[in-house]
């Protein structure tokens, strides 16, 4: 069974700090995912990977880097958190065959708040 | 890049009816279509998923179309019970850009 573990469920962290959010997959998997969850918004892109070390810009990637130096393991980092950053942040790994997309698994999601 | 439009935003039914939830994309190249249900408080999961090479498929209570000329696809629940309430996102997918371009939402709620 695939499992997307993010390190925390909850944060609360004030403007300004510098912020990490890890995940860790056990399936081996290739790509991974940062999404950012908000009401009426859906899952909006922050940065994929798709391999270590490499890294792509997703549609909201400002205000976000993201470090990927073992392949089981992906970090999305806030350099200066902001009030609109409170979010709810999912993480998601798949499997790259290389022909066709796989179904991309979800960890449990980190909530996010900044004061 | 994709662009995936799902509607309705919100969905409400009766138990025992059907729901319908419908999704276009823009990119031609898009050839994965996967649908997500999200309970409260967890996480989302795969429900079903179609590719470009298959008009349709079915598990059980739920089915997937696809229309490649419209560029469109919808979920179908039929006989809905209580514990299908949840958020319930479409996705499209190339097998080159390795992205998910996920819909942004319904909200279905299955009243007893």
């Known amino acids: 069974d695939v499992k997307v573990t993010q390190s925390s469920r909850y944060l609360v962290k004030r403007t300004g700090e510098k912020v990490f959010l890890e995940c860790v997959q056990d399936?081996?998997?290739?790509?991974m995912f940062w999404y950012r969850q908000d009401p009426g918004l859906g899952l909006r892109l922050i940065y994929f990977s798709y391999d270590v070390k490499m890294k792509e810009k997703g549609d909201i990637p400002e205000g976000y880097s993201v470090s990927r130096e073992k392949k089981e393991r992906f970090s999305l980092i806030l350099e200066s958190a902001s009030t609109n950053q409170t979010s709810m942040y999912l993480c998601?790994?798949?499997?790259?065959?290389?022909?066709?997309?796989?179904?991309?698994?979800f960890g449990q999601g980190t909530r996010l708040t900044v004061v | 890049g994709e662009n995936v439009e799902q509607h309705p935003s919100t969905l409400s039914v009766q138990e025992g009816d059907s729901a319908v939830i419908k999704c276009t994309y823009s990119?031609?190249?898009?050839?994965?279509f996967p649908w997500y249900k999200q309970e409260l408080g967890k996480r989302p999961q795969l429900i079903i998923d179609i590719r470009s090479n298959v008009g349709e498929k079915k598990d059980q209570r739920i089915a997937v179309t696809l229309n490649k000329t419209a560029k469109h696809f919808s979920l179908h629940i039929t006989e809905t019970q209580p514990e299908d309430s949840a958020v319930y996102f479409c996705a499209a997918s190339t097998n080159t850009g390795n992205q998910f371009y996920f819909g942004t939402g319904t909200s279905l709620t299955v009243i007893p």
């Open positions: 998601a790994s798949s499997l790259s065959t290389g022909t066709a997309n796989t179904e991309a698994f």
């Open positions: 399936m081996d998997h290739e790509n």
């Open positions: 990119d031609s190249a898009s050839n994965y």
